[in-house]
């Protein structure tokens, strides 16, 4: 069994969890982008969190990295991550890419590089004790590998390419800016091709992640997305938080 959900998703705080394992299931929080008095009121105890995941340590990503290691959560993430928030060796476990970390019931996680402007941004695959398999990427504008037997993508969709030139060509976007975006965030189009490389037969959900207030179209990418792929798909909602 593998589920996700999002309690946080966009550049104002990032926060999801992945439940993984039908027998003996364990939770994983993915990112700890909201300050801990809104973690602490999420619908999930602290206590019931097996793992942190932290993808690269840009506020909206790693706000309460440090108290969850305070918490006692169990912090994963790579070397320059951890470097770049100031975390202690003592309070982390460090992520290389491609080797797997094995959970208490047998699920595991695998790092893989991303493209963003931070010091050693990560995605990860989670895969369940039962090898049900969850690819998440986020704050990458581009996606290297074409994954196999993927059941859940969760994966950045934070603008279009055709939005950010409209917004240049009516004079709402300094070019520069929608420059900056575009090599720094995932775009519609590149979802699109990369969920067209991976093997999704077995997909049954689709999570589009961090879009952009401004840049982004809810709707016009759920529909886009869904039409191209025939699965599902969620978009992610900036604050799931009553
Ligand atoms: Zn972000
Ligand atoms: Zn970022």
Known sequence: MIDFASYASGSSGNLYVVTAGAEHPVKIMIECGLPMSDITRLPFRLSDIS??????????????????????????????TAKAIGLKASEYHGLGFYCPAFLENGASIIAFPTHHDSAEPAGFMVISPESEVLVF?????????????????AVECNHSYEIL??????????????????????????????????????????????????????????????????????????????
Not at 199 to 209: F, H, N
């Open 137 to 153: 990427a986020i704050d990458t504008y581009y996606m290297d590998f074409a994954f196999k037997r993927v059941d859940i993508a």
């Open 51 to 80: 793992a942190c995941l932290v993808s690269h340590e840009h506020k909206d990503h790693s706000k309460s990295a440090r108290q969850m290691a305070m918490h006692g959560i169990e912090m994963y993430m790579t070397d320059g």
């Open 165 to 242: 030139k409209k917004r240049v060509a009516d004079g709402e976007l300094d070019k520069s800016v929608a420059d900056r975006v575009a090599h720094s965030h995932m775009a519609l189009e590149n979802v699109v091709g990369w969920l067209d490389s991976c093997d999704l037969w077995k997909c049954r959900e689709i999570w589009l992640l961090h879009m952009s207030d401004d840049n982004g179209d809810a709707r016009v990418f759920a529909d886009t997305v869904m039409s191209k792929t025939g699965i599902p798909v969620h978009v992610a909602e900036r604050r799931c938080l009553k």
